[in-house]
């Protein structure tokens, strides 16, 4: 499996918008953590949030996962003030792999 | 002789306690538990406690949360309160101080009392995320990341970002500008302005001894980059391998063209605020002496007067209006301000249709 992440928007939105997606392959990581990933990914896509920011955020950022597991395909996008605790929970864990 | 004990499950101590709760629900409901005791035991202390909690003002109230690297602000655990001394997190203490200076700074400077002028608790969630990088506004309160420790470091390090999100806050209380193209990038320089009149007044500078920066703290020694944004000079903040250089044009002649998508920025909305940042720069260095004064008091009033649609032309039109209410026709503010928006290809009408 295979997940990007591409982050938009934010009080540094010029540079943020200007570094490349960042990509986490569950083919480097021990089978427990693929497991809990699939799990994340699973919770997140049930309940991502909203898509966009609230009306009334200002600087927030958005975020794109994309996992590519075999023929599949999924692509999970919300932002700072719209995730839902289950995509905020996948994210963390894949910044915390990301290193 | 009967005695009828009143059974409560939750004690009035922790219900009064409750009053002073950051959720409104909670508060409500504290409230009305104690004013049905207050009733039945006709206790006056409790009144009295009651009447004080209805009738003091919240004067700007500063609490700061710990979101202990959560991205769910629920989550998170009060740390300071107005009436407590500092803390041993020093991001706290930072977001808590910042919030009092800018406070301070607009009760002082431009009489106003707290984000909408009505004495809003000033609210602020520290450790947001894992190495997140960024600080925003949620409608409600202010949020900050430590930073990736790699570009971004902790973001309450800067006085001018914790004065730029809070900005936010104050422009959505006033002309509540839309946060897209012109009238976005329009928002997002009324929050450089605050932030960069915030450090200015901290340290006590005048327009041309400031460095005219915003950010410059919030990147870590490695990197090479001054800061975020310069307002004296737009599109000059950095220049490097990593990230390359600074997109923001200093003149309608650059303008940004840009979706107005969460990739576009929205329409550029922190690429053209380049063009009216440089304006305030110039009108400050062009009066002379202190942004927050004449400057400020303008861009202020103007703020207060533009809508949530306010164009880049309608806005310079505006301040030309309010320095010659303010100062007086063909005045020397007057005139900055009108040279100074021509120098960013935005000369100014002599019909303005917005300042009342």
């Known amino acids: 499996m295979r997940v990007s992440l591409a982050t938009h928007g934010g009080l540094a939105a010029p540079i ?29 896509a049930a309940d991502p949030g909203a898509a966009g920011p609230a009306p009334h955020a200002r600087d927030a950022m958005t975020y794109t996962i994309t996992v590519d597991d075999s023929s599949d395909s999924t692509t999970l996008t919300s932002s ?20 | 002789m009967t005695i009828n004990r009143i059974s409560c499950v939750t004690p009035p101590f922790i219900l009064t306690r409750l009053l002073d709760s950051e959720n409104g629900e909670i508060r409500q409901a504290a409230l009305a538990t104690l004013v049905t005791t207050a009733n039945l035991r006709g206790e006056r202390t409790v009144r009295g406690l009651i009447a004080g909690a209805l009738a003091a003002p919240a004067d700007g109230r500063r609490s700061v949360y710990d979101c202990k690297g ?21 991001s706290a203490n930072r977001a808590f101080d910042g919030f009092g200076s800018i406070r301070q700074f607009f009760r002082d400077v431009f009489q106003r009392n707290s984000i909408d002028d009505r004495g809003m608790r000033l609210q602020g969630y520290v450790h947001r995320g894992h190495r997140y990088n960024n600080a925003f506004w949620d409608g409600q309160e202010m949020v900050f990341g430590d930073g990736d420790g ?8 800067s006085l001018d970002v914790i004065a730029h999100e809070l900005g936010h806050g104050v422009t959505e209380h006033t002309a509540g500008l839309e946060y897209h193209r012109q009238s976005g990038a329009l928002n997002e320089s009324l929050s450089d ?4 009149m915030v450090k200015q007044w901290a340290l006590q500078q005048t327009a041309d001894q400031a460095d005219w920066l915003i950010g410059a703290e919030v990147f870590t020694p ?15 903040a950095f220049d490097n391998k990593l990230f390359g250089k600074d997109p923001q044009p200093d003149h309608m002649d650059r303008f940004v063209e840009l979706p107005d998508t969460d990739e576009g920025d929205w329409g550029g909305v922190h690429i053209n605020s380049g063009i009216p940042n440089k304006a305030f720069y110039l009108v400050a260095t062009g009066i002379g002496g202190n942004s927050w004064e004449a400057p400020g008091r303008i861009w202020y009033e103007s ?18 209006q309010k320095a010659g209410q303010l100062y007086g026709t063909g005045s020397n503010q007057q005139q900055a301000v009108k040279e100074a928006w021509a120098e960013v290809g935005i000369p100014v009408t002599t019909t303005p249709s917005l300042a009342g």
């Open chain 1, 16 to 44: 943020i918008r200007r570094l490349p997606p960042r990509v986490l392959d569950t083919d480097q990581l021990p089978g427990d953590a693929a497991r809990e990933l699939r799990r994340l990914v699973a919770a997140a």
């Open chain 1, 80 to 99: 700072d003030t719209g995730m839902s605790p289950a995509f905020g929970a996948l994210l963390t864990w894949i910044e915390r792999h990301l290193g």
């Open chain 2, 70 to 90: 959560s991205t769910f602000l629920p989550f998170a655990t009060l740390v300071r309160s107005e009436d407590d001394g500092p803390v041993a997190d020093p």
């Open chain 2, 150 to 157: 790699l570009v971004f470091s902790d973001f309450t390090g």
């Open chain 2, 193 to 196: 302005v605050v932030g960069s």
């Open chain 2, 222 to 236: 490695t990197i090479d980059a001054d800061a975020l944004r310069s307002m004296r000079a737009p599109g000059t």
């Open chain 2, 303 to 320: 703020l207060k007067a533009s809508t949530s649609t306010t164009q880049f032309q309608d806005f310079a039109d505006t301040t030309y």
